[in-house]
């Protein structure tokens, strides 16, 4: 019986800055870091940060990682979520679905 549970997971970092008015002077001042699941591209970070932070966030580095999760089967029951419970996927592998 299977004791560990593993998972490659893939996040992106964003960092950014906006452009703020200190006297009359613009200033860059750094956003707060994003850490968002999966893999996103460029134009789609920009995308995000302009939403998140304002249409004059500028980007500055977007930045991918893998890493290889391990946890325990006991340890991801305790702390995991119950999405379905027992009845409910038995009713799933049971339905009858018309072609």
Known sequence: MRTTIIRTITATTIESVHVAFE???????????LTLNGKIDEA????IIRKTFGENAQLQAVEETTNVYEISVDDFIKYATIV???KEVASENT?????
């Open 95 to 99: 339905e009858v679905k018309e072609v």
């Open 84 to 86: 379905k419970d027992e």
């Open 44 to 47: 789609s970070a920009l995308k």
């Open 23 to 33: 006297k009359g002077q613009p200033k860059f001042v750094k956003n707060d870091t």
